[in-house]
Every structure is written in structure tokens, then in C-alpha cells.
């Protein structure tokens, strides 16, 4: 084969890789940690299955603890049974694992879910004079996000009368969940009933075959899955590598366009500031930096911090510092204009006063002011649009660790990034270049003169109601 034939037929793979449907994540995100129970009054016991699904990340972090996956079951059923209560007319009834069954499921990016079944169960219970009143929660994982659910199903000559929760699960015990429920998850971790219990024993849970057991849930392919898979590819060789690089910068790019990452407030600052294009490209560079470095400090603390913080609770944050970044930048701008209005003076950009008839003291102090003030709001709104990093770029640093590929996995992120900025970056350039042909139309000067104050609050408004929409997720 030519070295042409072997260079298109290594793009057709790559890309192929990149775009494949089976690149798959867990369907709640990376960050989630799942679970399930279902409450079966059993002849005269109660049985609970818990069912517990992790996404990527956190399996990530317990297997860098685990000693055994079987030790990990074990201390983990006697764990779950702590922290579920079931009481029967207010009397708390202690739970006992009866048997366990766990597997790692394949993930994205090469790294692996986590499925654990427990089945647990009371002692007997004698009959009433009546139905029993039946009140259970499940208090595991509290804080984390994910899908929660609880269903009461009785079996044997058991009779359940009344429930809150119903008797079928709608995600099939965490195996499928509805697509039109990914958005807004069951948080479901309380159940009362009344009960009247048999007089002999009843079936026992069983637990899902191993089969079963260790196939991945329902998956959806995520927008840049593609970018993620690159990093499991098993022969990497330098062709690959390169041409991995530029399907990696096409994500990033892509990444860009998907809802968030400030690109309305990126148009609206450079034309509220009249940016020019070293302004937009600066701003791609910040984008860069800002993004990989957050990346990186995400996966320092899902490593090293992991006691003390999980790295989900950490993104409300820095939801919350760039909506306030740009509250700032917004607040920032507004303000110049208003100096503008009130001078009568214009807030073009430095070149565009060379020609005018300042004397040099008040020259040289306004640019120096609007210099120094520009280069700050391309600061905060840079480090805004790239202070998120993005999940998928977590899982494949997180990958490349797992997969000893830490120098390949750094470069896919950086290419990640740079695409991104890219992106960002061109948005930018079409607002500054829309704004110079705005600026050679007169339209009696109106529209040239409102434009970079309408600029001004529709960033402030924008970065108003990202906050109001960051704030209730951090209390």
C-alpha cells in the first residue's frame, strides 16, 4: 500500500473512531452516583434489593481505593444497610445483607461503570390486629447527584394496601432510563405504605446473572463522545496521534457551539468595548489557558482531594464565579459608556484617536485607562468562558492516568482547548469585523452610537441571570 493509501486510510479510522456510535457514556453524566431500591414485604419478612449504579468518575475514584472488588462489595453492602431505615409502626427494623453481586461495566473513554446488587432483609414479623404502617428511606450517597428511586412490590401471601411509591420501577432497576427523564431525574428516596404480612416465608430478591450484570446501561451518544474514545484506542502510533489531534481540535470546536461557554457575552463585551482583533484573539488564548488548567485541577482533586471534596460539587461554584465575572465585565463596560456619555468622547480604541486633537497628557491618560481596563475585561471573561471545564476532557485525563497514557491524554486536552478557543475566538472576529462594517454606515449615526451600550446590558443581563440561576444550586 502507497503512503497516500495508508495516510487516508489512518484519517478514515480516526474519524470513524471519532464519530462512532457506540462511543457511549453513562446517561446521567460522569459525575452520577445512582441507586435503587425496591421494598418487598415477602411472606413474614421484609426484603430490600439495593441497586447501585456509579458513572465513570466515581467508580474511578473507589477503585483507586479498593483493595478487592469483592472486599469492596462486602464493606459496601454493610454500609448501605446502616444507612437504610425501615420501620413497621415506628419501630426501626434492622436490615442484614443476605448476599451481594457487583461488576465494572464498560464506560467512555476506556474507563469502567460500577453495578452493585444487595439483597438485605428484617427478621420476622408477627401479624397486627391490622394492615401496618410501613415508612422507609434510603439516606446512601446524600449530597451526590444522580437518579434516586424506590418502589414497594410485595411478594408470597404478603399484602400491601396502600403505597406512595409504586410497584414497577420506570428505569428497570437502573438498567434503562427513560430518555425523557435524563434531564430532570427521579429523586425519589422516600416510600410509606400499609402492610399486612404473611404467615409463612416468602421468595427471596434474586439478583441479576452475571451477564446481565456486567452489560452496560442504556447509552446515549454524547456530543463529543467521539473526543473521549480517541483516548482507548489500543495501537497508537505517531500517525495516529497526530491525525488524533486534529479530530480532538474539531470537538473542541464543536464543544464551543454547544449551549454555554459565554458566547453571546464574548460578541456583546467586544462590541460594547469596540475590541479589535487582537482583542478576540487574546481572548482565545486566555479561553485556552483557563480551560486546560481548570481540567487539570478538576482531576487533582477527583486524585488527591477526594476525602475532602467530590468534583461535582465544585462545578455550582464555578458556575457561580463566572456568571459573577461577567456581572463584573458587564457592570464594568456600562460604566465606561456612561464616562463616554458624560465627556462626550469616544471609546474607540486607541489608533482610532490618532488623528484627533487631544492634548497629549489627557491623550496618553485615557488610553492608558482604557487599555488597562480592556485588558482586564478580556481577563474576566476569558477565565469566564473557559473556567468550566468540560466532563468528557475530565474522563479522558482520568483515562489516560488509568491507561498509563498521561503525555498522550495531556496533549488531547490541550488540542480540546485550543479548539475550543478557536471557536471562541471566531466568534469574536465576526463581532469585530460586524462591527466596523456597522461603523461605515452612517444611519445618521444612531445605530453606531446605541450599539455598544445595548452590548453593555445585554452582558450584564446575561451575567444577572447566570447568577440567579447559579446561586439556588450552591445553597
Known sequence: MSRVKRLVALIVAVVALALAATASAHPLGNFTINHYSRVQPSGDRIYVLYVLDMAEIPTFRARQTMTSLGGYASATSREVAGELQLAVDGKRLSLTPVKHAIALPPGIGGLKTLRLEVVLRTGRIA???????????????????????????????????????????????????????????????????????????????????????????????????????LIARKNVGPGFVLVSLLVALFWGAAHAFSPGHGKAIVAGYLVGTRGRIRDAVLLGLIVTVTHTSGVFALGGVTLLLSAFIVPEQLYPWLNLASALLVVGVGLTILRWR?????????????????????????????????????????????????????????????????????????????????????????????????????????????VVRVLPAVSAVVVLALGVAMTLRAVPRVL
Open 338 to 446: 456612561l464616562r463616554v456619555w458624560r465627556r462626550g468622547t469616544s471609546l474607540a480604541p486607541a489608533h482610532e484617536h490618532e488623528h484627533h486633537e487631544h492634548g497629549p497628557h489627557d491623550h496618553h491618560g485615557h488610553d492608558h485607562t482604557h487599555a488597562t481596563g480592556r485588558h482586564a475585561g478580556l481577563l474576566g471573561i476569558g477565565i469566564s468562558a473557559g473556567i468550566i471545564p468540560c466532563p468528557t476532557a475530565l474522563v479522558v485525563l482520568l483515562a489516560a492516568i488509568s491507561l498509563q497514557r498521561v503525555g498522550y491524554g495531556l496533549l488531547l486536552i490541550l488540542a480540546f482547548s485550543v479548539g475550543l478557543a478557536v471557536a471562541v475566538t471566531s466568534i469574536g472576529l465576526v463581532a469585530v469585523l460586524a462591527r466596523r462594517t456597522f461603523s461605515r454606515v452612517s444611519f445618521d449615526g444612531a
Open 127 to 229: 401479624p397486627g390486629k391490622g394492615p401496618l404502617d410501613l415508612s422507609y428511606r434510603d439516606s446512601t450517597f446524600a449530597g451526590r447527584i444522580g437518579w434516586k428511586e424506590v418502589v414497594v412490590a410485595p411478594a408470597g401471601d404478603a399484602q400491601v394496601t396502600s403505597s406512595s411509591a409504586p410497584s414497577q420501577s420506570i428505569s428497570h432497576e437502573l438498567l434503562a432510563y427513560p430518555k425523557n427523564l435524563l434531564q430532570s431525574p427521579s429523586d425519589v428516596t422516600t416510600a410509606k405504605a400499609t402492610l399486612e404480612p404473611g404467615t409463612s416465608a416468602g421468595p427471596i430478591p434474586q439478583l441479576s446473572s452475571r451477564s446481565a450484570l456486567a452489560q452496560r446501561v442504556t447509552v446515549r451518544t454524547p456530543p463529543d463522545g467521539g473526543f473521549a474514545k
